[in-house]
């Protein structure tokens, strides 16, 4: 990886309790390059305007700006069309959406909805209150001991009342990647749609929604170096026209009467209220960004520095390393415990040197189960990071070990 890429986040540059910062959290959130900073500030310098509605300027400049980013979008995904590209909030509310809308319409008592152990709590939660609510059993699939799946198990949980199969691309916490497409073909033998929470692929991994095969495919913004606040569900061209909007307002509509209102046509209708402009402006840019480097070498760098730290990280006696042990088979995420002492209180040492860390359930409470423990703490790398974040990192280790073996 360029080594100059670093040199576009202006947020790395900088200290944290004196030490040059090392920033290994971008698993919750990625820092922005100032690429996508410059074509924020240049719309709302430029061409801040409500969308759609106008005929002036501004209007007609804001809306190019949000259309052309959802024609960005499908073509970064590979979506059939635009129609296919819904703005949100984020994955949560792109999960809460088919829950609520496909979910509310097609699953009965009895069906079934089935989903992973690893599973994080916007792709775990929609789906239980939807079972409630209707009657139907949620179902999960297991896990082998390294934290990976088995298309074995996927079959065994899989049946002809299956409605609905949900799982995360890459685990937030294990890193693991999952074999989405095959599980969607078994879905769709059974009759039932696949939906694919893709917050941590989307950054990492080259998408083609068309080749997966999966109906639903979420991610959000601000893990792939664009702003908070947007987020894309994907979704099948058909399902999409027979699903009903779940939020309801102003920009959705197409007739609005005293008694009855009528939607508009996709994407529209499933975004009420003025939409996330600039965050379509901003997810737009942070695309280019990742383009011109290259999702398949941001990929191979990811994998390269998992494989250096889980092994130079693997040397430190009493560190405990979770998912799979094939570097090949996981993401840029290395989640780990240190025996006998919190990983807050490690991330908090580790904190103390300027680096920066992810420590407690990872919004993963059932994974934190099935591992047997309460929490973890996570480094989770990017396209920014080198392997003397990676050093950085296993010397703060062994300091805290150090530290802690004195305490105690």
């Not at 994955?91 to 089935?114: F, P």
């Not at 047997?372 to 790398?381: E, I, K, L, P």
Request: net charge negative; glycine share 8%.
């Amino acid at each position: 990886m360029n080594p100059e890429i670093k040199s576009y986040f202006p947020i790395l540059n900088q200290e944290v309790n004196g030490h040059p910062l090392v920033y290994l959290d971008s698993a919750a959130t990625s820092q922005k390059p100032v690429q996508v900073l410059e074509a924020l500030k240049s719309y709302y310098e430029f061409d801040n305007s409500n969308v759609h509605r106008g005929v002036h300027t501004l209007g007609n400049r804001a809306t190019e700006k949000y259309e052309g980013a959802r024609e960005k979008v499908q073509k970064f995904i590979n979506a059939k069309a635009t129609e296919e590209i819904i703005f949100l909030r984020g994955t949560t509310t792109a999960i809460n959406l088919v829950a609520q809308s496909y979910g509310r319409a097609n699953v009965e008592e009895g069906d079934e909805i089935v989903i992973t152990y690893m599973e994080h709590h916007s792709n775990i939660i929609p789906w239980q209150q939807l079972a409630k609510e209707r009657g139907a059993v949620l179902k999960y699939i297991e896990l082998e001991e390294d934290g990976t799946i088995s298309l074995e198990n996927v079959r065994a949980a899989i049946t002809d009342r299956t409605k609905i199969v949900s799982m995360v691309y890459v685990s937030n916490v294990l890193g693991t990647m999952n074999p989405v497409k095959e599980v969607a073909k078994i879905a769709h033998e059974h009759g039932a749609v696949m939906m694919v929470d893709g917050a941590q692929a989307a950054p990492h991994l080259k998408i083609d929604v068309q080749d997966l095969d999966c109906d639903f495919f979420a991610f959000s913004g601000h893990k792939m170096v664009g702003p908070t606040g947007i987020g894309v569900l994907y979704g099948k061209k058909h399902l999409l026209e027979a699903m009903e909007p779940v939020e309801f307002g102003g920009e959705m509509i197409d007739f609005v009467g005293l008694y009855d209102s009528t939607w508009k046509e996709l994407p529209w209708k499933f975004e009420g209220g003025t939409p996330i402009i600039a965050g379509a402006v901003g997810l737009a840019a942070a695309i280019d960004f990742l383009q011109e480097i290259g999702l398949d070498e941001i990929e191979k760098h990811e994998h390269h520095m998992a494989a250096i730290a889980m092994d130079k990280m693997g040397a430190i006696e009493g560190l405990d390393i979770y998912g799979p042990t094939d570097p090949g088979k996981r993401a840029g995420i290395v989640t780990f415990n240190m025996k006998e002492v919190h990983p807050h209180d490690v991330a908090t040492v580790l904190d103390m040197s300027g680096i920066a860390v992810r420590a407690g359930h990872h919004c993963a409470q059932p994974l934190m189960k099935w591992l047997d423990v309460t929490a973890t703490a996570r480094a989770s790398f990017y396209l920014y990071n080198d392997e003397s974040d990676i050093d950085r990192l296993v010397e703060g280790l062994r300091s805290a070990k150090e530290y802690f073996s004195d305490v105690f």
